[in-house]
């Protein structure tokens, strides 16, 4: 295969290009839409309009931008087969003629471009996130695909980056949703695009194949409360880290390390007898994983059996040469207990010179979301990891997203879309979106032109304005001009298209993105708006077709 041709940053699309893969899920064909539109469609064809040029944006909510790949993959293999034909034929009335069946088995997406803001950037209400121009029945077919596609990505990626954003820079998050995640598109989507969003890894073995996506994981209740006592357990030796020694019988020397704990002046009182069940499940789990031993400590009592059982372990580790990972806390105040098992480390850190056994790591788990992050934050806590599941995957506070496809623009004449409320009336015309950056290196302002007005220039002096309301102005002198939208799809069209990037660079993307806002814009509680502007001369062009398009009322 031939190397593609690189043009500004882009490939230069042409049929050596190589083949873009289809949509990861099978199920995403073209079928995968909404009935009214292939009805649509065939009312275009009957009216001899399917082929008219027309320009759609999404509208973005405030979010991070994801499923653009997917969104691609769909396009650059969307065929419908004999099949599907036949299926939406009888769907539709038996009054269809047949010659739009001839039409939709010739439709491809060559005659349709598309251009959009790069996955993974954080996105505002208003400026539109993708433009697909093409013939209008084919634009058509493509929104609810697009859509669906976008909607739960976008949703799940902003949660996963809101997460982030509450948890800090140095924990280390793990998505563990898929057992309640919205069936398997969803449990897979949501583990890809939380990485997205700034997880670390996931525990969806699925999706760390499919994407690349680091593994991780501990082990669950049902483990611990398998195991009876030490006495199941048979083959009890352990060889040190090195290879150069032997422990016969690694239960008695955890024993032998329990009672260590136990004679320990400052836990005297703390614990007595522990749990053996729990410490046979430990010591099971650490032979097999020597080096990687992390334990559950929360399934009979977390202070006076799971810690010290746990630390009993690795210690008796520690002796062999091996490093204990840590503990996972799954019930109970998080808070509380990691501080408890923190110090309880530190400890044993002095107490028997066991360098770094104070730094242990601390997973919690259990029903976590913003909110609870934030409380541990206020709080204090000493958790390093936190596993977060149901609350992630499902999005529980906000289950939809509510991106939109628009038509601004049909055979070059600008549309706009009206309602009572004017947050949604749509902004018309094929436009173009820059981001302004000011002195600090934060973002100011996003900014939508005609797509002939010149472009913002650094250090010029632009004026910015509210899309609808007259008085809300500023002039913005930019330090730095973001060129949102980038082709991502040209069809035949002799132009350049952007590299999908992989799903690291994506992430990447995503944390610099975030790093640019300003945290007021971030924060959970009445963050500050963004401002979103159009420049002047768009300003006074959707204001003209507003009053254009908004019949006059009458009264009597
Ligand atoms: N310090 C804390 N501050 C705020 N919320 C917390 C704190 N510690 C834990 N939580 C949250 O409180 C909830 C406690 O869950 P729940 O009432 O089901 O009890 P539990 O600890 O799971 O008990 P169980 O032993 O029945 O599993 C969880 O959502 C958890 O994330
Ligand atoms: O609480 P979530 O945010 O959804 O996080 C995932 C949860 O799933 C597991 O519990 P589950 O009761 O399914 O099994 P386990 O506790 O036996 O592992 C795990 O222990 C977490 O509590
Ligand atoms: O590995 C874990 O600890 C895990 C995985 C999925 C769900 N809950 C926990
Ligand atoms: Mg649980």
Sequence with gaps: ??????????????SRTPAIHGPTNPMVTPLLTDLYQFTMAYAYWKADKH????????????????????????????????DEIAFVRECLSPTCEDGFYDYLGGIDCSDVEVYAIAEGSVVFPKVPLMRIEGPVAVVQLLETPFVNLINFASLVTTNAARHRFVAGKNKLLLEFG?????????????????????????????????????????HSHAFVSSFTGPDEITEKSLQSHDGS??????????????????????????????????????????????????????????????????????????DMGYKAKGIRLDSGDLAYLSCEARKF???????????????????????????????????????????????????FSQPALGCVFKLVEINNQPRIKLSEDVSKVSIPCKKRSFRLYGKEGYALVDIM?????????????????HPFNETKRAYVVPQRVEDLMRCY????????????????????????????????????????????SVSAKLYEFIHFLWLNEAPVGELQ
């Design 245 to 318: 020694r032997l422990c016969t019988d690694f239960v008695h020397l955890t024993q032998m390390w329990l009672g260590k704990l136990k004679r320990l002046s400052s836990s005297e009182g703390v614990f007595g007898e522990t749990n053996q069940s729990e410490l046979a499940a430990f010591v099971s789990y650490a032979l097999a994983f020597p080096n990687n031993f992390l334990a559950l400590v929360d399934t009979y009592d977390v202070m006076r059996s799971g810690v010290p059982n746990f630390c009993a372990v690795g210690l008796a580790l520690s």
């Design 489 to 532: 799809w040209p069809g035949n069209a002799d132009k350049a298209r952007e590299e999908l990037p992989t799903l690291k660079h994506i992430r990447e993307h995503c944390m610099k993105q975030l790093e640019q806002m300003r945290t007021d814009h971030m924060r959970r509680l009445n963050p500050t708006p963004y401002k979103v």
């Design 51 to 82: 082929n008219d040029h027309a320009v759609n944006p999404f509208g973005g909510e405030y979010t991070v931008f994801a499923g653009l790949e997917e969104c691609i993959r769909f396009i650059a293999n969307f065929k419908l087969s004999k």
């Design 178 to 218: 898929l057992r309640r995640a919205q069936g398997p598109d969803g449990g897979v989507g949501a583990s890809k695009y939380c990485y997205m969003g700034g997880f670390d890894a996931t525990s969806n073995c699925a999706a760390g194949k499919l994407f690349g996506i680091p593994l991780h994981g501990t």
């Design 1 to 14: 295969m031939e190397a593609t041709p690189k043009i500004n940053g882009g490939v230069k699309y042409n």
């Design 449 to 465: 032109l005609g797509e002939n007005e010149p472009p913002p220039k650094e250090g010029q002096r632009i004026l910015c304005r």
């Design 345 to 395: 480390f530190q400890t044993i850190e002095k107490e028997f010179q066991v360098p770094g056994f104070g730094k242990t790591g601390i997973t919690a788990s259990n029903d976590l979301n913003e909110e609870t992050l934030d409380a541990l934050n206020k709080q204090g806590h000493e958790v390093d990891s936190f596993g977060i599941g149901t609350n992630l995957v499902t999005c």
